[in-house]
C-alpha cells in the first residue's frame, strides 16, 4: 500500500469514478483510470482507500484530514490484527 497513490488518486478522482474502477478491477475487467501498484490486489486497496478518503471530502472535510482519519483506521486495523 502506497499512502501517495490513495491520496492522489482521492484528489484526481470523484468517489462513483473510484468505485466503478475497484468494481471493474475486481472482476477482471480492464479500468479507465491508472493506478500505480505491484499486482490487481494493491491497485484495488488503493482504489477502496482513495474511496473512502474521497467520500469524506465529498461530505466536507478537507483532504487532508479525511486523508488522515482513513489511514488512521486502517493502522488500527493492522495493529489489532
Not at 465529498?58 to 488500527?76: C, H, I, N, P, Y
Amino acid at each position: 500500500m502506497k499512502a501517495g497513490v490513495i491520496r492522489k488518486l482521492a484528489q484526481a478522482h470523484a468517489q462513483t469514478e473510484l468505485d466503478v474502477a475497484a468494481d471493474a478491477l475486481a472482476e477482471g475487467e480492464p479500468i479507465t483510470i491508472e493506478v500505480i501498484g505491484e499486482d490487481d490486489g494493491e491497485r484495488l486497496t488503493h482504489l477502496m482507500l482513495a474511496s473512502r478518503v474521497r467520500a469524506r471530502v465529498d461530505a466536507g472535510t478537507s483532504l487532508k484530514e479525511a486523508f488522515r482519519e482513513v489511514m488512521g483506521e486502517v493502522r488500527g486495523v493492522i495493529s489489532n490484527a
